[in-house]
C-alpha cells in the first residue's frame, strides 16, 4: 500500500511538471484548437482540420519566439511575453481551481489554489521564453 501511494505521488508531481513545462504553448494550443473547430463546423475534413491546426499551432509558437528573440526594445519583448503569458496563466488558473474542486468544497481556497497555479504557470513560461532566446 506505501509503495502505491510513493508511486501516487511521484506521478502526481511527474504531472503538474509536465503541465507547467508546457505552459508555454498554450497560446498555441489554443488557436490550432480553435482553428480545427472552426474547419470542423465549416465542413471540412478531420485530416484537412487536424493538419491545418497543427500548422497554425506551430507556425504561431515559431513565429512568437521569433519575434521575443529579434526584438530589440523591452517594450517589444514586454509585448511579446504578454501575449504567451496571460494565456499560460489564465491555464494554470483553470488548473488551480479544477485541482481544488476535486478536493475540496470551499470556494476562497479554490481561488487561492488557482492564483498560485496561475502565477506559476505565467513565470514557467515566461522562463521558457527567456531562455530560448539569447541574452
Request: hydrophobic residues 60%; aromatic residues 4%; charged residues 5%.
Amino acid at each position: 500500500m506505501t509503495i502505491l501511494l510513493l508511486c501516487g505521488l511521484v506521478a502526481a508531481v511527474a504531472l503538474v511538471r509536465f503541465v507547467f513545462s508546457l505552459a508555454t504553448v498554450a497560446l498555441p494550443a489554443s488557436i490550432g484548437i480553435a482553428l480545427g473547430l472552426a474547419m470542423r463546423s465549416a465542413g471540412c475534413a478531420p485530416g484537412t482540420s487536424l493538419l491545418l491546426s497543427l500548422l497554425a499551432a506551430t507556425a504561431a509558437l515559431g513565429l512568437g519566439s521569433a519575434a521575443f528573440r529579434t526584438a530589440r526594445t523591452p517594450l517589444v519583448r514586454l509585448l511579446v511575453a504578454m501575449i504567451f503569458v496571460l494565456p499560460a496563466a489564465v491555464a494554470g488558473y483553470g488548473l488551480g481551481q479544477a485541482i481544488c474542486a476535486l478536493f475540496l468544497d470551499q470556494q476562497i481556497v479554490a481561488t487561492v489554489l488557482g492564483l498560485l497555479c496561475a502565477s506559476a504557470a505565467a513565470q514557467a513560461a515566461h522562463r521558457t521564453l527567456q531562455s530560448s532566446s539569447p541574452a
